[in-house]
Every structure is written in C-alpha cells, then in structure tokens.
C-alpha cells in the first residue's frame, strides 16, 4: 500500500498549491536631522548632491489583490490589480506633519496575462516604467509614462523585454487645466548575454487644436517674452494702445507635442563589478498653458504656447556598484550630466536654461554582518546659461553683474555658477546584512556641505528687503548637519 | 556613602550591569533527541517554465547549517530524483511523500518556494517570494508539520529573477525554517 501513497495523494489533493491572495509592499524614508544653522535639515537644495541627507520623509504603500493568481507551469490567464498611495509628510518628521493632503494615489492599473496571447501583460491604468535608478541620486533618466493613464501590453521573457503603450496624459501634466494630451510609446531590452543588457525607448505626446477649448494650446499674439517675465504684456498694450485695452488680442488656438528618447547600457558580473547601469536620455516639454496678469482691475489671460516649446533637455547618467574587498568593503560610483535649454528664453536664468554635472561616490565598509561604516563624498558644478542667478554673499541682494544694483535686471544673484561639495560619514546599523543597498538600514549620519552660494540650503533667512531691515542675513558657506534616520523597502 | 560618590560609581555600576548581563544563559537550541538525518529538498517553480528547478546555493548551506546546529544531518537528494516528480505533482503532500519513499532517513524537510514580481516601486524591483516548508517523519510523511510564509524582496535590477530573489529571501527562510524544526524536535524530545 505504502507505495501508492504519492499516487493516491496525487489524485485527491487540489491541483495547485496557491489560492487567490494579495500583498502590501512599500518604502520609507524618514528622520530627523537638527539644523543649529537655520536650516530646514536637509544638507543642500536637492539630491544632484546624493539622495543621501538631501531628500525628505517620504512614505509608500503598495497594494496588490491577485484576483486569479498566477500559476506556476501553466499558460492559465491571470489578473491582478494595484493600487499605490504614496507622500512626501511624516508625523514629526516636516512641516506637514504627516497630513494626508501630502499624499495621493500616484498609481492604480488591472494586470492582465495570458489573454488573448499567452506570456503578454495587458494593462490598464497608470503605466509607469523605467530601466532602472541611479540610486545614489534616486533619479530615473529613463523613466517614461510616468504621466500616462492608458493601456499597455508588456513580454518580459527570457532576454527580451518589449513594453508598448498609449494612453492621454493630459491629467497629470495639466492638471485642472485639462486637456487631451495623446501619448504613445515603448521600450526594448535586450540582454545579449548574461552581464550585457540594452535598451532603447521613448514617449511621444500631441495635444491637439480645440478651437473653443480655453485650456486647449493657443497664443496670444505679439507678446514679448521680456514683457512677458516681467508681467507687463496687458501694461505695454496699454501704452500702445491707451484707448482699447479692452481690444487686448484674442488667443490664436494652435497644437502642441513633446517627446523623449532614451536609451541604457547595463553590464557586469565579472571581477569586482556587481553591475553598471547607463542612462542617457533626450527630451523636449509640452509648452506652458497661460499665465494672469491683472491691469487696471481687469485680469488678463495670456496664452504662452510658443513662448515656452523649446524647452529641451539632455540627461546623461551612470552607476557602478563594485565589491572593493568582497564581504568588507563595497563602493558605489555615479555620474550625472544635464543640459537644459530653452530656446525662447536668452535673458533670463531659469531651470529650463542650465548645465550641470555631478559625482557622488560612496563607500561602505562592514564591521560586522550588521554593523557598517558609510562615507560618502560628492562634488556638483551648476552653470546658468542666462547669467547670475546665485548669490555668493549676505548683501548679494543689492548686487548683480559687477556688484551694481539693478532693479530692473533679470539676474537673481551675483554668480552665474554655484559649486557644491558635501561629505558625509557615520554608522549604519544593517539587520538584513551585508550590501550598500541592504535595507532597512537605521542610519547616525554626519554631513558637512561646502558651497559658493551663500546659505545653500532650505532655510528661513530674508529674501526680501524689506525682511532685511528687521532681519540682518548674515554669511556661511559651510553647513552641519547630524542625522538619525531609517529607510526601508518592505 | 557621600553622595557625589555615589553618582561617580552610578556609570560603573551601569556598566558592570550590562556586562554581567551579557554572561546571562541564552535560550539554546533546541537539539534532536538523538542524531538523526533528514532528507532535504529545497525547490523553486518557475513562473514561465514548467519543470520544477533547485533553489540558489546559498539557502542550501544554510539549511544545512541549521540542521547542524541541531545534530540533525543533512543527506541531499539529486535533483533528477525529483525534479520530474515535484513538476507533475505540484501539491506539498505529494511532495513530502515521495521525497520520503525515495529515501531512507529519520526525517524529510521540503522547502518549496515561488517567486512573483509585483512592480517597479521606488527604483527597485519589488518581488514576492511563497514559501511552504514541510518537516515530516520519514516513515509517516502524511504527518507532516507545515509552515507557509511569504517573504518580501526588494532587488535592485531587471536581470535580477526568481533565483536571486529567492536568494535575497534566504536570511528570511533560513529563520522560519529553524522555527519550524524547534516546533518538531521540541515535540520529539518530550515524548
């Protein structure tokens, strides 16, 4: 009898050995860090200096209901669906204090597989997708329809991974100014061979002519772009015309489109290198909707569409994980190159007008399987393509080229460059192990950040001149900062 | 005693606490009543593959360390002895079953494991990663005691699959695996 007994157990039991079910994933990031310098804790500006002591709280939770599981060794069709709540506020942690206004479904799509064909997701919904993260800046260059509601369908087998999608993003790139926005676009990977991956893709979105559709693309003719800046449009047609303001020119209504392309070089596997991910991508905006100016008790809309097309921008990213002395010391190197340029705009400094290039380099050395030593340095160079734009010393507000005042100028500093250095180092307590990107990790941090700009840093100090009668601004270049915090992917 | 003394001796004290402390008796392992060996099989199913495939290495070494520690020796089972089996067989009775006609050791431990990709979720690549592992007596494995767990892994690249992430899992099942021997042995030593 004894040997009929996997037969028999065979016959009786249930065919498969999993039963409908869900998950809840997530991440976090949260701390705090004391700021004896007026500082609202964070090191610098932005992550250009390594995410690490330069980003905020932030919470996510992942939610996932399999409606019909997937099965293992088998072709049955299956369906899922998602749903993602994530924000930027913490209890205790910003100045938000955790309020749920902070956060938002960022991302909810139906899976769909093995329908119609089999080994093919469908899906409808959000369609996020990147390549992959230069981790240590928590940038994805490659990442496309970020933007999108709409429908895809993916193959992810094997060497080959083909996404192609389309969907309107008018709703998150235009938000209450809605407007259909069409997209289309995909991705391609190859892995060549195990240790060489390539990927090329790319998003294109048209927002059409709607004559009668005010949040539709349209311009207001024979607007200058200074005028425009300095909000004196509806004030300068007045001079021209003092007797028919009223006449302001109606908006022409026109069509608008953006794209981007992108491409990654991923290898690694052998000697030291775990891997390298490349990242290079080219994209240009969807123009401005309208802005308001108000002359005389009357607002005016000014329609920007071909004042604000040219915007484009280069990124180009890489990062390189290396076991230096295996299960002692690893590191992990990164690069990023931006070029930002917008070819409407030459007198005025701006994000859409910029250069910039950035190292960051970290190590972690393992005392013990849970115990580690991070150090981390990086050095960043950000150039304005239209003049000054950052201000180099406390009585930088009365200055601008050459240290004369100018009122009426466009500059917003006395220097045209800024140049950031950070340092940081302290202990990382790891449960889960060895890995530099071994989380959750509880993290005692010091930072220390070098600047030419003066208070380079979120802070409370005066902006304005009449705060600098009550509140005198005072100089440093050089900021502290001590953090306890934790991450955690879970 | 003078105060100021004693608020001199209070960090002495507390120090001399803690390491005291740390001479305190652990709670041991709980240990085989006898040594005995155990039939391991640690498997992994493929989502786009049929045929039932091993785990990473490095879970086996560690389930073999567990089994040490418990004066349990471990007796591996080649992969061509079961592997054809576990594919058309999917369910962990059948499993454990014909794992154990197909040795002769005191117990039978079966780890299966299934890992699912969930998303792309913060710049890593969220998986899930089943697991149902299953401690039998080698001569009666329809009495076999059951332990079902999911394991969340965060891998860091696309090319990073079912192997890795079970891999990544492994500190996860190597501890819910020492429970579940601790529940069994412990149960054998008191009878």
Redesign the interface.
């Known amino acids: 009898m004894?040997?009929l007994?996997?037969a028999l157990?065979?016959l009786i039991?249930?065919?498969?050995?999993?039963a409908v079910g869900g998950?809840v994933?997530?991440?976090l990031r949260l701390g705090t860090r004391p700021d004896f310098q007026g500082g609202d804790g964070r090191l610098g500006y932005w992550n250009l200096y390594g995410r690490l002591l330069n980003e905020g709280p932030?919470a996510?939770l992942?939610l996932?209901l399999d409606l019909l599981e997937?099965q293992?060794?088998?072709q049955a069709p299956w369906t899922s669906v998602?749903m993602?709540v994530e924000g930027g506020s913490l209890g205790n942690a910003d100045s938000g204090s955790g309020g749920l206004d902070a956060f938002r479904i960022s991302q909810a799509y139906v899976q769909a597989g093995n329908v119609l064909l089999d080994?093919v997701i469908w899906q409808v919904g959000t369609l996020?997708?990147?390549?992959?993260?230069l981790?240590l800046y928590?940038m994805?260059p490659t990442e496309i329809f970020y933007d999108t509601m709409g429908a895809s369908a993916m193959v992810d087998?094997?060497r080959v991974?083909l996404l192609l999608g389309a969907g309107d993003s008018g709703y998150n790139l235009k938000l209450d100014e809605y407007s259909t926005v069409l997209t289309g676009g995909g991705a391609l990977?190859l892995?060549l061979f195990?240790g060489l991956?390539l990927g090329i893709g790319g998003q294109a979105n048209y927002e059409p002519k709607v004559v009668g559709n005010r949040f539709a693309p349209h311009q207001t003719p024979d607007v200058d772009y200074q005028d425009w800046l300095r909000g004196q449009v509806v004030l300068r047609y007045a001079q021209q015309h003092p007797n028919n303001v009223l006449d302001f020119p109606n908006p022409v209504p026109t069509d608008a489109s953006s794209y981007k392309a992108m491409a990654y070089l991923?290898f690694g596997g052998f000697g030291p290198v775990i891997?390298n991910?490349a990242f290079l991508s080219y994209s240009k905006e969807l123009p401005q909707g309208s802005t308001t100016e108000t002359y005389d008790g009357v607002d005016y809309t000014i329609y920007v569409a071909s004042l604000t097309d040219q915007r484009t921008a280069l990124l180009i990213g890489d990062e390189i994980?290396l076991h230096i002395v295996p299960g002692v010391l690893d590191l992990v190197a990164s690069g990023l190159y931006g070029d930002h340029r917008d070819g409407d705009n030459n007198i005025a400094p701006s994000d859409y007008d910029r250069r910039y290039w950035s190292t960051v380099t970290r190590l972690q050395a393992y005392a013990t399987q849970t115990v580690h030593l991070l150090a981390e340095t990086s050095y960043a160079n950000e150039w304005s393509r239209n003049g000054n734009r950052y201000r180099e010393h406390a009585d930088s507000i009365f200055a601008n080229t050459g240290g004369v005042p100018d009122t009426l100028g466009l500059e917003t500093g006395d220097s045209d460059t800024r140049r950031t250095w950070q340092g940081k180092a302290g202990v990382v307590l790891s449960p889960?192990?060895r890995g530099v990107?071994t989380?959750p990790s509880l993290r005692l941090l010091y930072g220390l950040q070098y600047s030419n700009q003066n208070n380079a840093f979120g802070n409370s100090f005066v902006e304005t001149l009449d705060q600098y009668s009550d509140f005198q601004s005072v100089e440093q270049h050089w900021h502290h900062v001590v953090a306890i915090e934790t991450e955690a992917?879970? | 005693m003078p105060t100021s003394l004693l608020r001199r001796l209070l960090p002495l004290l507390f120090f001399a606490l803690l390491m005291t402390s740390a001479c305190l008796p652990k709670a041991g392992l709980v240990q085989a009543p006898r040594p005995m060996s155990v039939a391991v099989v640690a498997a992994l199913?493929?989502?786009?593959?049929?045929?039932?495939v091993g785990v990473p290495d490095d879970l086996l070494v560690r389930i073999d360390s567990l089994l040490a520690a418990r004066d349990l020796t471990a007796v591996a089972v080649p992969i061509d002895t079961w592997s054809s089996?576990f594919?058309?067989?999917?369910?962990?009775?059948?499993r454990v079953?014909?794992v154990a006609?197909a040795t002769d050791t005191d117990l039978v431990l079966v780890i299966?494991t299934?890992a699912?990709y969930?998303?792309?979720?913060?710049?890593?690549y969220?998986w899930?990663v089943?697991v149902?592992a299953s401690l039998a007596p080698g001569d009666r494995?329809?009495d076999a005691v059951v332990r079902d767990f999911?394991v969340?892994v965060?891998l860091?690249?696309?090319?990073e699959k079912e192997a890795a992430a079970v891999g990544a899992a492994a500190?996860i099942i190597e501890r819910q695996v020492a429970r579940l021997l601790d529940q069994v042995l412990g149960g054998m030593s008191a009878e």
């Open positions: 004894k040997p007994l996997p157990l065979l039991a249930p065919a498969t050995a999993h998950d994933g997530g991440y932030w996510t992942d996932r997937q293992p060794g088998t998602h993602r080994d996020d997708f990147y390549f992959g993260d981790g928590d994805r087998r094997g991974q990977r892995r195990d991956e991923g891997w991910n994980q889960m192990g990107f989380r992917w879970f | 199913e493929p989502l786009d593959k049929a045929q039932v089996a594919t058309k067989g999917r369910t962990s009775r059948f079953a014909h006609l299966e299934f699912r969930d998303s792309q979720l913060s710049g890593r969220r899930s089943r149902t494995p329809e999911t969340p965060s860091i690249y696309h090319h500190p």
